[in-house]
Structures are given as structure tokens and as C-alpha cells.
């Protein structure tokens, strides 16, 4: 995980790996990964960035893909100053209180994993061949020898979504097949009650993990129920593409990002989790009992021959899921190949989390501000020396926000990195600050927008403009200070060495339209090692979102609303919508000398909806527009992809209500109208025919009355 910044189970090492993979949870991942502890807080309901890469592919054939984002928040979450795994007896904890003993990292508590330990598995799992050691909840395909990370329950970290309870609550479902949204959406935690067999005297016990067996066989516990976390289901939608064994971006050169609304429940100590699951389509992953459902209390078992054309011959050919098999591709013939399978790796789940952070309470002014997070990414080191971390970058590097929108800039590091990793200042530390970059020595052709913003410094430019003359974001000059020299303006420091790893200006508001590129100082190395980023102000909101299959709504309030009907769009669009005043749009207009036919006045703000080709080729989508005047016999929607915007086209429109509806299949700018009655048009029509009329009429008359005499003359 990117941002948040994963920590891949570490803590502050300064060795190249992590020292014990085992601290707090079970990640899968490469030793060398991860970030060394940075705490952070976040305000409730502000806009926040988490990047990440995964080493399989999402949104291609070659796997089954899923991605699923979680947080929770409790008192005794925290990172730990050690990075030894927390205990279970309880006797090698400070007062015999392992939850408390705060030199241990823990997220999940006590309690919950040896309620884990002691319940039954669910036996009706598909575990291919693998051999569980015990039957209770730790013992899991992937975690045969029930092998403990933290406290951690290893049944609940690779089953989604799981059947107990669980202390996560769901952000995001990602997946390659939308079709079991509904399933993920109903059956999380978020929306749904879960059920356990409390205990009174657990020790020695097998908990059982349904009711009968709970409250029958001689009443060992009570079937409990556990609420609904209360709190709007996950999203849940197509995931984003990414390449196998490639840790890098997506599509487009641009991270794969999931844009995340912090929940309006405060929490001082919270952690962030993401899980990864691949799976093959050898056999079919959503392999459970009902396969076998005559056999109860035996494991899910799955017909491997079925997808080979092998006349009942699979299993003499080796075709038989297993540990490393050896398969007979030539029926008569004598050669045989090994296959390289791990049967407890085939479905495998990957996963990091974060380390911990804040979640606050807004003051009292900033109550209804929208807040957008612009932090800082990465680690010292170059991109071979901190693979499959990343280097430093600015969280998101592309910002664009509305003239009132507030910038919390904040961001933390480490003084532990490896010593002999790239980069400037004292050896393994890591410093960021914030300042505008200098303006470039030549001029460059202005965009064809209709919208005109100032430029404040250059991305092409690597020096930065003296504070004194700096107008970055309008800012005080106090706060551009802060910002350059990290709150120490004392001494010679250009490298910031005496600085903090951790800085935090707080909610600003940004109230003056423009473009405004930055930089930081010291990480700025021009290469592949380039910090810069880049904001734009507008004075009206881009809205940003992501439909897939299963349909949706991007709005602009007050404005404009585009409703996508399920089964509509074939992939995950990326949308932007976006509005500016009718008086400004026409000033663009005249600029261009450019304008709408027979327009008699506006009836609607402009509208920008991208992408601009078509996106919906089989059905219509609907496009509804808020008219600010309907004083009009005659109200239609105009729509132009025409980057010189010259060129209008008329679309069918309903008006309803004060909002024309259009049904549309592409992106655009949009504009209701008023037109002129037809029997205004008429009316002009005939004026201006009988006009022609009678001025051919006249020079058809002075025309023969001044050429006759001429004519005359010629012939004698």
C-alpha cells in the first residue's frame, strides 16, 4: 500500500527487510516491502487518497481479482515500540494484561483471537490437499500449521465476508466480477448482525460455530448475536487494471487509487487494511459445501476433469488438483511434465495495513468545508533501493479543487531508513517541504478551455520562487514560510536536517482561482526522482467518479445529474463533471467568436461531462439539467464535442419540473437554451423574404432602365 504508507508488518527498521514478518499480521508479501512507522490524523468527512499496487493482475483473464478495503478503530490500537509478535500468555505481559502492555503492536485484541483459536473451522471449505493440523478457526488452506501473526484470525483474514464477528468495517469491494456485489453489499458486517457462541468457561473447548451444536449439545454456550456495525454498506464495484508481476501503475501511467471519504466517527486510534485475493480459474473459486451438500461435515471438494476433454481419464493423467502433479499430455505416449503448484497458494490472499492513525472531529468552523488531504508518499532510496516501496511523491501530485475548498497539508517520515540509501540530507532520514516553482523563460500556447486560470510557476522549471515574491495558493507569508522551512526558520539548513519527520499546517482555505505548481527542495533529484505536484483552483467543483457495470449516479448539486442504468457501461469509466455560469460560458463563446443557433437567452449553467466519446454505444444514459429560467415557450439542450466549440448539435429534450432531461450517449458540454417561438422564426422568415423580394425587384428595374440605353447604342 502506497499511501497510507503500508508498513508490510514493519516498525522502524533500518534493514533492507523487515525483522519479523510475523508482528501483526499475515501480509504474503516480499520481505524487503513496507514503510517505518508514521502517525498521521485525518478530519471526519475529508477526501482522502490510498494508492497501492498488487503483484497479480486485476481485470484480466488470466485471474480471478478482488480487493478489499477495511478500517477499524479502538482504544488499545497501536504500532508498538517493538517488533517482537504480542504474546499469548498472558504471563510474559506487564501485569499479566497482554491488551495493555503497550510495548507489543496490536490491532486486533486478545480476546478475539482466542475466541479463534477455540471455534471450529468451518469445515465446508474447499482445502484441496492440504493437511490441517487441528480443526479450529486458525487452521485455514493457506495456514495449515495455524501459525499465528499478531492476533490476527486466520479464517477471517481469507474468507470474505466472514460468517463471525469481526471488529473490521468495509470501505471498498473491488472485483473482477460485479455479478456478487449484491452478495458483498448484503452480507458485510457493515449492514448485517453476525453470530457467535459465547462461552462462559472456554478453556479446553472447541467452540462450536453454529447454533444447534451451540445451544443443544449440552448447552456449552449461548448463540449471541453481534449488531451490524451500522454504517452504510461497502462500495463495491469493477476493480481497476493492473498487470501481472508488475508493481507499478495502472493504466494510463497513473497509480490505481481508490478516492476515500473519512467516516464521520471520530477515532484516536484506528489502522487501514487492504487484502488482495487471486485465484486461478482451474476450477471454479466459488467452490463451498453446497457442492457436495449430502455430505455434511465434509470439505468442499471441486471435479478438476470437467474443464479438460479427457473421457474420464483425468485422474490416470495426472489431471487431479494436488501438490506439484505430474500430468500425461499425450495419452499414449510417455512423457510426462510437473506442474509447479502449491495448492495452498492457488487462491491466495495478500494483504498490508497501515500503520496507525487519527481520525478527528472537525472545529466548530469547519463544519460544512469540504477538505481535501495532500500528503507525502515514499521512502528514501532510489527506485531499485526501496522496490516495491516507492520513492517520494506527493499524495495526490494532481489536485484539483473549488475557489473555498480547504488543504490540509500534512506528512510524516523516518529517521530509521537504510543508511545507504540514495538521497540528500543526513543519512536515512527522510524531509519534505512544500514550495512554488519558479516561473518558465518562455511563453507556451494557451489551451483551447473555456475557463481562463492564472499559471503559477512551471512544471519544467526545478528552481523555486523566492518566498518574498511567492503567491502560492494566496497563502500568508507565514504559512508559505512554514511550509518551505518546515517551522524552522533559525540557523543555516538548506538540506532541512533539523527539521521533524512530521509536519502539519493544518486546514487551509484556498480562495484565489489558478494553476499552482510546487516542488520540495530537498528530494527534487530531476530524474526518476522528481517531487513535484500541481493544484488547480477553479471557482466551481470538478466531481470525480468511477461507474462500472452495475450503474450509478455523478452529480453536481443544484446543477446537473447523470444517471447510468445497470448493464449499461461494459468496463469501469472514470467521470468527470463539472459546471460554470452561463455569463462566462458565453463570454468564451464571443472570445472564440463562436455562438449557439437561434438562441434567445440561457436556461441552464454550462455543463462538462467527460470522458467526451462515446461511452454508453448500446443504450442511452440519462443526463438531467437544472434550468435557472423557464420563462421560455421553448426550452432545448444543446451539446457540442467540438474542441473550438463552433459546431452545436440539438438533442432531444423532455422539461419536467424545472429540469430537462436528455438521453445521451457521450460526453460534452451541455447547455439548455431558450429558443425563439416558431412564430417569431416564421414571422422573420417572411420579413426577410419579401425583403429579397423587393430588393431583386428593384435592381432588376435600375438594372434594365441603365442598361438599355447602352444596349442601344451598341446595335447602331
Known amino acids: 500500500m502506497s499511501y497510507f504508507g503500508g508498513s508490510n508488518n514493519r516498525l522502524a527498521e533500518s534493514s533492507v527487510a523487515r525483522n519479523n514478518a510475523n508482528r501483526l499480521f499475515d501480509s504474503q508479501n516480499n520481505e524487503k516491502g513496507g514503510y517505518n512507522s508514521r502517525r498521521l490524523y485525518y478530519y471526519t468527512g475529508s477526501k482522502l487518497m490510498i494508492e497501492w499496487t498488487n503483484q497479480h493482475s486485476c481485470q484480466h483473464p488470466n485471474n480471478n481479482c478482488e480487493l478489499v478495503l477495511q478500517y477499524m478503530c479502538h482504544d488499545l490500537i497501536r504500532d508498538g ?33 482466542q475466541t479463534c483459536a477455540q471455534r471450529e473451522r468451518n469445515k465446508g471449505l474447499f482445502f484441496a490437499d492440504q493437511k490441517l493440523k487441528k480443526d479450529t478457526a486458525i487452521y485455514t488452506r493457506q495456514n495449515p500449521d495455524g501459525t499465528r501473526r499478531g492476533y490476527e484470525c486466520p479464517e477471517e483474514r481469507d474468507y470474505y465476508p466472514y460468517w463471525h464477528p469481526s471488529p473490521w468495517i468495509d470501505i471498498a469491494v473491488m472485483t473482477n466480477n460485479v455479478s456478487r456485489c449484491s452478495y ?9 448482525s453476525k453470530w457467535s457462541c459465547n462461552v462462559t468457561q472456554p478453556k479446553n473447548i472447541v467452540i462450536p460455530n453454529n447454533k444447534e451444536e451451540c445451544e443443544t449439545n449440552g448447552k456449552i454456550g449461548v448463540w449471541t448475536e453481534y449488531p451490524a456495525h451500522a454504517v452504510a454498506a461497502p462500495i463495491c464495484r469493477e476493480a481497476q487494471f493492473s498487470w501481472d508481476n508488475y508493481l507499478g501503475n495502472g493504466l494510463n501511467g497513473k497509480s490505481n487509487v481508490f478516492n476515500w ?38 470439505p468442499s471438494k471441486v471435479n478438476l476433469s470437467k474443464e479438460y476433454p479427457l473421457n474420464g481419464k483425468a485422474k490416470e493423467q495426472g489431471y487431479v488438483f494436488k501438490q506439484n502433479p505430474v500430468v500425461k499430455i499425450f495419452e499414449d505416449v510417455d512423457f510426462d511434465l510437473r506442474l509447479a ?12 495495513r497501515s500503520h496507525t492513525f487519527s481520525i478527528k472531529k472537525r472545529p466548530q468552523d469547519l463544519k460544512d468545508a469540504v477538505i481535501h488531504n495532500l500528503n507525502v508518499r515514499g521512502k528514501r532510496g532510489n527506485i531499485v533501493q526501496v522496490y516495491p516501496a516507492v520513492e517520494y511523491d506527493f499524495v495526490p501530485n494532481l489536485l484539483n479543487i473549488a475557489t473555498g475548498d480547504y488543504i490540509h497539508f500534512q506528512w510524516n517520515g523516518s529517521n530509521t531508513n537504510n543508511k545507504n540509501f540514495e538521497g540528500n540530507g543526513i543519512a536515512g532520514t527522510d524531509r519534505n517541504n512544500v514550495v512554488m516553482l519558479a516561473e518558465s523563460d518562455f511563453s507556451e500556447k494557451s489551451k ?73 527542495t530537498r528530494n ?17 467543483p470538478i466531481v470525480y467518479k468511477m461507474i462500472g457495470l452495475q450503474g450509478g449516479t455523478i452529480a453536481i448539486q443544484s446543477k446537473a445529474a447523470l444517471y447510468i442504468p445497470p448493464n449499461t457501461l461494459d468496463k469501469l469509466l472514470s467521470l468527470q463533471m463539472a459546471s460554470w455560469r452561463s455569463d462566462e460560458g458565453n463570454d468564451w463563446l464571443k472570445e472564440k467568436r463562436k455562438r449557439l443557433p437561434i438562441v434567445e437567452g440561457f436556461a441552464s449553467d454550462f455543463i462538462l461531462l467527460l470522458p467526451v466519446e462515446n461511452f454508453a454505444a448500446e443504450s442511452p444514459v440519462r443526463l438531467s439539467i437544472n434550468l435557472t429560467d423557464t420563462d421560455s415557450d421553448i426550452i432545448s439542450v444543446y451539446r457540442t464535442g467540438d474542441k473550438e466549440y463552433g459546431v452545436w448539435q440539438r438533442i432531444v429534450t423532455e422539461i419536467e419540473n424545472g429540469v430537462a432531461h436528455s438521453d445521451i450517449k457521450q460526453g460534452g458540454v451541455y447547455i439548455a437554451v431558450k429558443e425563439k417561438s416558431l412564430d417569431m422564426i416564421t414571422n422573420v422568415i417572411i420579413i426577410v423574404i419579401m425583403f429579397t423580394i423587393g430588393l431583386i425587384a428593384v435592381l432588376v428595374y435600375f438594372y434594365y432602365k441603365k442598361s438599355h440605353p447602352w444596349l442601344y447604342a451598341k446595335n447602331a
Request: charged share 25%.
Open 524 to 540: 527534487n533529484d530531476f530524474s526518476n526522482r522528481d517531487q513535484k505536484g500541481k493544484i488547480v483552483v477553479r471557482d466551481f
Open 81 to 113: 515500540t517493538s517488533v517482537k509478535t504480542i504474546p499469548t500468555n498472558t504471563r510474559k505481559c506487564k501485569g499479566g494484561d497482554c491488551d495493555r502492555d503497550f510495548q507489543y503492536g496490536m490491532h486486533e485484541n486478545y480476546t478475539y483471537y
Open 448 to 520: 483551447n478551455v473555456p475557463y481562463k486560470l492564472l499559471s503559477f510557476g512551471h512544471y519544467g522549471t526545478n528552481y523555486p520562487t523566492k518566498i518574498t515574491n511567492s503567491s502560492f495558493l494566496e497563502l500568508s507569508k507565514d504559512d508559505i514560510t512554514k511550509l518551505a522551512h518546515l517551522g524552522n526558520t533559525k540557523g543555516n539548513d538548506p538540506l532541512l536536517n533539523k527539521a521533524d519527520t512530521y509536519f502539519d499546517l493544518g486546514p487551509r482555505k484556498i480562495t484565489k482561482q489558478g494553476k499552482y505548481h510546487f516542488m520540495c
Open 341 to 352: 503448484i502449491n495448492t495452498a497458494q492457488f487462491g491466495r490472499i495478500f494483504q498490508d
Open 261 to 298: 471519504t473519512i467516516p464521520e466517527t471520530p477515532g484516536e486510534h484506528c489502522v487501514l487494511r487492504i487484502r488482495y485475493n487471486i485465484s486461478t480459474t482451474d476450477y471454479d473459486w466459488w467452490a463451498d459445501h453446497t457442492l457436495n451438500p449430502d455430505k455434511k461435515g465434509e
Open 184 to 192: 458483498y453489499t448484503q452480507n458485510s458486517q457493515n449492514v448485517k
